[in-house]
């Protein structure tokens, strides 16, 4: 096996056994990058590449052997030696056992945990060689009657096709309903991830159960199961997310552990009691699309450089505001990624803990047992940390201890809920934080809303109206040489006319005017002012820039923004 730093890059080696050419390579890099993809994947979608070509260049890059699976058939007694669960955890298939010796085939390159937990399972050693995954995926239908997610079996294990809408398709008895509710559940998770969902809204309603996916933040009705199956669903997903199902007369959270195309996938699971029964809210935590690095936030180049200098700041409060569904986040937990090197202790207090970043101490808020962020707060100040990430300033305690925390040599992050970044100053204050202690700690607030993207297939050309670009602050001489787009729709954006969501900034950096009026209470629209003399461009004029750059719309700018914000 080659070590991991004499691996050549996976382009090279499809260059070099004239698989792809040095064009392809750099296409679907550049694909990739833009669908968070990696580059095999990328490379397939883009038709350059098919999976018996990629698994051979895998092969070669990992050091081990190929095989073609669809040439063997195995013996019973070898496929005994893993379980079912064992193969559709990791999409793995047993070809051989010498000894105490198993080689099992994946379309996947095996890290060492994976090798190591399989170890473990299967209580021998373990090697591994890499098949086409159209063979690993035959061969899990064939032998372990795995369908995938989103098919279903017959009783003789062989797959039906039944698309997300066709809930009528089969005839459901009172024997085969447990198994059919498990399928459907799986079935609608896998179809919300595929339509690139946020969360799954399951809602009852009197005559009807309806089922809506929040897609770039809106949400849309999907053809929706029978009423008769609402409670049957609604127990499924509780078993599932650990929740009391007897237990339908107060709120509760749970959470979701699961995979779908080889991706681990996260869902917080809410249940509430509602006239019609339980609604259920599963909100998508997809930890490989959703943890992105700094360069891909959408930040204009003037804001990511100011951005970054203040990262590495050595001490201070750097908030970041805006409403629930904003990205604050993916914001905060790009920056941590940036700040996470081993010479670095970084500890975070959050409600929940979304997604678990390799490196970082992270402490979930439990107010079951008062452990409270303020708790937690004032006990990591003892693990001496060089940056503390607190989830939200969400009363006086907490933003005394965090800008106390600030005040003694640490860099901290959290949130707060204001409409813009100057509002942040003026909030704290009203939290009853000393206006003298605001002005000392605080470095740098950064406010945010997200638009949606148009659609690259479908974006068409067009010359909006002066009344148009009013409402956004702009006149027509502005626009002049510029080509300005509106949605259209089509297949590869599902008819909305966007596709994807891309972050719109105001980023205030203290200076020592801001700090004297922040001293004197002065308000928020004084503070503005000075920001905007200071270089800080409004949320309007940020999504203004994307208008003007063709990513997005005056319309999806005037969600976010108003007039009165210039």
Known sequence: MLTESKKMPLGKILVGLKFCSV??????LKHGKDNMMMLGESLIELSYLDDEKLARALAKQQGVKFVSLNKY?????????????????????????KGRNVTVATHRVLEFYALDNLRFILGNEVDWVIAPE????????????????????????????VEYKDFDALEVTTDDEEGYVAQLVQLLITDAIKQRASDIHVEPM?????????????????????????????????????????????????????RVEGRDIDLRVSALPCSWGESV??????????????????????????????LKKPNGI???TGPTGSGKTTTLYAALSALNTPDVKIITAEDPVEYNLSGINQSQVNHGIELTFSRILRAMLRQAPNIILVGEIRDHETAEIAIQAALTGHLVFSTLHTNDAPGALTRLMDMGVKPFLVASAVQAILAQRLVRVLCKHCKQPYVPDAAELKTVGLKPEAIRGRTIYRPVGCKECGGAGYRGRMGVYEL?????????????????????????QNGMTTLQEDGVRKVLLGTSTVEEVLTITHRDDL
Do not use: W
């Open 318 to 320: 750097f908030l970041v």
């Open 73 to 97: 058939d195995l013996p019973a007694d070898l496929l005994k030696l893993v379980s079912k669960d064992v193969v559709e955890e990791h999409e793995i298939i047993p070809v051989m056992k």
């Open 134 to 161: 159209s063979h690993v995926k035959t061969a899990m239908k064939k032998y372990y009657q795995i369908g995938g997610m989103g098919e279903m079996l017959d009783d003789e294990g062989k797959s039906i096709d």
């Open 508 to 532: 205030l950096e203290m200076n020592p005017i801001i700090r004297e009026l922040t001293f004197q209470k002065a308000n928020s629209l004084k503070i503005r002012g000075e920001a905007r």
């Open 281 to 310: 809210v599963m909100r998508i935590l997809d930890k490989q699309k959703n943890l992105v690095g700094l360069e891909v936030l959408g930040m204009h180049a003037t804001d990511f450089d100011r951005f970054q200098k203040i």
């Open 206 to 258: 009197e005559e009807k159960l309806r089922i809506r996916y929040r897609v770039d933040g809106d949400c849309q009705e999907m053809e929706a199961p029978p009423k008769r199956l609402q409670g049957p669903l609604i127990q499924r997903i509780k078993i599932l997310s650990k929740m009391k199902i007897e237990e339908k007369r107060i709120p509760q959270d749970g959470r979701i552990k699961t």
């Open 23 to 28: 064009e392809q390579v750099k296409e679907g």
